[in-house]
């Protein structure tokens, strides 16, 4: 069975920075791509980043480009999210997740909330202003 432990959010004023981290169990992590998405109240699920999986390659969405980096750590299981410059609008709930398929994938399909098989529970972002 595959399970996605995600942790790192809180309160943080703008400006500030939090990490989070995403654990995951069940299948071999290093062969899947990884993917953190977010929710905030009376919006859709949006992307925020991405990284394929061996690691070479990132992608994140317009609204967090240079401010956000998603590294991962094959060795740990863990994938990560390392958010700075953050802004109020920022706030949401932040999830992870991994993809159906293994393996090589497009950057669109990266992006797309539907080619994601697992997700975690999520953790909540609160940046005040």
């Known amino acids: 069975q595959v399970r996605l432990v995600e942790s790192g959010g809180g309160l943080v004023q703008a400006g500030g920075s939090l990490r989070l981290s995403c654990v995951a169990s069940?299948?071999?992590?290093?062969?899947?791509?990884m993917g953190w998405f977010r929710q905030a109240p009376g919006k859709e699920r949006e992307f925020v980043a991405a990284i394929t999986y061996g690691g070479a390659r990132t992608y994140t969405s317009d609204s967090v480009k240079d401010r956000f980096i998603a590294p991962r750590d094959n060795a740990k299981n863990t994938v990560y999210l390392q958010m700075n410059s953050l802004k109020p609008e920022d706030t949401a709930i932040y999830y992870c997740?991994?993809?159906?398929?293994?393996?090589?994938?497009?950057?669109?399909?990266?992006?797309?909330?539907?080619?994601?098989?697992?997700w975690g529970q999520g953790t909540q972002v609160t940046v005040s202003s």
């Open positions: 069940g299948r071999t992590f290093s062969n899947y791509a």
């Open positions: 997740a991994t993809t159906v398929a293994p393996g090589v994938l497009p950057p669109a399909q990266l992006m797309d909330v539907l080619k994601y098989a697992y």
